[in-house]
C-alpha cells in the first residue's frame, strides 16, 4: 500500500517519522507493507532519508494507481483545498492535519468523498494526538451532545500559564517562540482564531451540520492585564483561552474568549501546551479528552492513525457526522454566563444599580483605584446592554461554570 505526503514542513516529516518508527505496528495492522511513495514538495532534502520521494507535480502522484492515501499537510487554504478535491474525485483518501481547510470546507470535502468511495478524515486537525473527533462519528454518535468545552490552543495555554506564573504577555510570548511553540507571526493563535476553528469542527460534528466560524463569538488574549491574573491569583482562579460551544438540535452557540475558571475545575489544571476538551452527553454526562494539542509527533501520530483507518477501509467511505447543511446561530438571549468586570472606583455606585444587589465584589492585592466585581448569571445580550451604561470599564472576563 502507498501513501503520499503533500507539504513535508514540520507535520509531514513526522509523518514519515511515524511510519518509519511503528512500521512493524502499522504492518501487522494492516496486514501489508504501508510505503510512503511520494512527497510533494517545491524544496528539495538531499539529507533527509525520504529525500529521493519528492516530486514537484500531484499529476505524478496520481498516475501511480497504487498510491491509496494521501496526507495532506500543506497548511493554508490554497492549493490545499483544490488538491483535496481534485485526489477525493479520483477515488484516493485524503488525511489532514489543516482545521483552516476543514473548517471551512469539511462537509463539502467529506461528501465529495462519500460519492467517491473514498474517505476524508481529519482527526489531526483538533487537539494534536488526542484521539478527540473520531468518537463523535463512532462512540457518542447515539448521544445529544449539548455542550463542549475545552482549552484548544496550545500556544496561547503556554503563554497564560506563563503570565500565570508572573511574565508579562510579552515575555510569555517570547518564550513561547523560543521553544518553537509560537509562530513568527503569532496572530492566529493569540487573536483566537486558531481556536474558533477548531471549536466549530467540534460543533459541527457534535450536531451533524456545517456551523461557520463567522457564527463563533472570538476573543483573544491580548487585552489580558497583570491585573487580571492577579484577581485570579487570589480568588482561586485562572485564566484560560477556552473555546465553548452548546448546542440545541441544530442551532449553536459557540465562544471563544478568555474566561476565569475555578481551580477545582478539571481545565484548570491543563498548562502548557496541553489541550483538553470535556464533552457532555444527555445519557453519558461528561467525558474529558486530554492530551498533548501540538508537537510534531502527536500530530503527525494522528494522522497516520487515520491512515490507517482509511487503508483498513479502502476502497470504502469512513462514515464522518458532518452535513452541509448550515447549523442555526444561538441568540445572545440564549448564552448565558457569569462575568467578571473591573470598572474604575468611581463606577461602584452606578455598577450595583446597572447590574443589580446580587453582584459578588472581589479584591486583589496591590490592585488599586478600581472596583471588581462578578455578576450573576445573565445571557450575552443583557451584558452588552448593561456594560455600555458604564464610562470606565477596564475589563471583563466571563466565569466558567
Not at 98 to 107: P, T
Not at 230 to 256: F, S
Not at 365 to 377: D, H, K, M, N, S
Amino acid at each position: 500500500m502507498k501513501i503520499a505526503i503533500m507539504g513535508y514542513g514540520t507535520v509531514g516529516g513526522g509523518i514519515a517519522k511515524v511510519l518509519t518508527a511503528n512500521k512493524n505496528k502499522i504492518t501487522k495492522v494492516l496486514g501489508e507493507e504501508c510505503e510512503l511513495g511520494y512527497i510533494l514538495d517545491l524544496r528539495d532534502f538531499p539529507e533527509d532519508p525520504f529525500g529521493d520521494r519528492v516530486v514537484r507535480s500531484l499529476d505524478e502522484i496520481l498516475a501511480d494507481k497504487e498510491v491509496r492515501v494521501i496526507c495532506e499537510t500543506m497548511g493554508g487554504m490554497n492549493p490545499a483545498y483544490e488538491f483535496t478535491k481534485r485526489i477525493l474525485k479520483e477515488g484516493i483518501s485524503v488525511c489532514t492535519s489543516n482545521k483552516e481547510v476543514v473548517a471551512a470546507h469539511g462537509a463539502e470535502l467529506v461528501r465529495i468523498a462519500e460519492d467517491h468511495h473514498c474517505s476524508y478524515l481529519f482527526e489531526a486537525s483538533v487537539g494534536g494526538g488526542i484521539p478527540l473527533l473520531r468518537p463523535f462519528s463512532t462512540t457518542l454518535l447515539h448521544e445529544r451532545i449539548d455542550l463542549v468545552t475545552g482549552v484548544l490552543n496550545g500556544t496561547t495555554n503556554f503563554i497564560l500559564t506563563c503570565m500565570q506564573r508572573g511574565d508579562t504577555f510579552d515575555m510569555a510570548l517570547t518564550r513561547a517562540q523560543q521553544k518553537g511553540y509560537a509562530e513568527k507571526d503569532p496572530t492566529a493563535d493569540i487573536e483566537g482564531m486558531d481556536a474558533c476553528r477548531k471549536i466549530a469542527i467540534l460543533a459541527s460534528l457534535s450536531c451533524g451540520a456545517s456551523v461557520d466560524i463567522k457564527d463563533v463569538h472570538t476573543e483573544g488574549i491580548t487585552k489580558l492585564t497583570e491585573q487580571d491574573f492577579e484577581y485570579a491569583k487570589c480568588n482561586d482562579y485562572t485564566v484560560k483561552l477556552v473555546a465553548q460551544a452548546r448546542i440545541a438540535g441544530g442551532v449553536v452557540g459557540a465562544v471563544v474568549a478568555p474566561f476565569l475558571v475555578p481551580k477545582e475545575h478539571p481545565l484548570a489544571s491543563v498548562n502548557d501546551v496541553f489541550n483538553a476538551c470535556i464533552v457532555h452527553g444527555n445519557m453519558l454526562g461528561d467525558v474529558m479528552f486530554y492530551g498533548r494539542g501540538a508537537g510534531r509527533d502527536a500530530t503527525a501520530s494522528a494522522v497516520v492513525s487515520d491512515v490507517i483507518d482509511a487503508l483498513l477501509h479502502d476502497h470504502e467511505h469512513v462514515f464522518v457526522n458532518l452535513d452541509a447543511v448550515p447549523s442555526l446561530k444561538m441568540d445572545d438571549e440564549q448564552m448565558t454566563h457569569r462575568f467578571f468586570v473591573r470598572v474604575d472606583e468611581s463606577e461602584k455606585t452606578k455598577a450595583v444599580r446597572t447590574f443589580g444587589e446580587d453582584i459578588s465584589f472581589i479584591e486583589a492585592r496591590g490592585v488599586f483605584g478600581e472596583w471588581a466585581f462578578i455578576t450573576a448569571p445573565m445571557s450575552e445580550a443583557a451584558f452588552k446592554e448593561a456594560l455600555q451604561s458604564l464610562d470606565e470599564v477596564r475589563g471583563y472576563l466571563r466565569v466558567l461554570e
